[in-house]
């Protein structure tokens, strides 16, 4: 079983920036996919990028692709979500995901956690 908890969601103004954490504990997981996934009141979950633990490689999706950065510690078991310029259509519950693969899907992750909310205002 793999365990994830995430923090350091808050509420915030344009251009402000946050850093989203995910710790990440359990069986081995070098080998994960880890992704963080946003979800808007009422819309569907959306991608928004990942992570290959062991080699580092990433990927965003395009509206997030250069004012965000996804990064890992080996040492603290922890992902980590740097969100710069931020945007209201930046609002929503981050949830960060673990998976054999780094895919934009959300169902191809096996773990979640709760979720930590971002709101920012304009």
């Known amino acids: 079983q793999v365990q994830l908890v995430e923090s350091g969601g808050g509420a915030v103004q344009t251009g402000d920036s946050l850093t989203l954490s995910c710790v990440v504990s359990?069986?081995?997981?070098?080998?994960?996919?880890m992704a963080w996934f946003r979800q808007a009141p009422g819309k569907k979950q959306d991608f928004v990028a990942a992570?290959?633990?062991?080699?580092?490689?990433?990927y965003y999706a395009d509206s997030v692709k250069g004012r965000f950065t996804i990064s890992r510690d080996n040492a603290k078991n922890t992902v980590y979500l740097q969100m710069n310029s931020l945007k209201p259509d930046d609002t929503g519950v981050y949830y960060c995901?673990?998976?054999?693969?780094?895919?934009?899907?959300?169902?191809?992750?096996?773990?979640w956690g709760r979720g930590t909310q971002v709101t920012v205002s304009s």
């Open positions: 359990g069986r081995a997981f070098s080998t994960f996919g």
């Open positions: 992570i290959r633990w062991r080699t580092g490689s990433s």
């Open positions: 995901a673990a998976g054999p693969n780094m895919v934009l899907v959300p169902s191809a992750y096996d773990y």
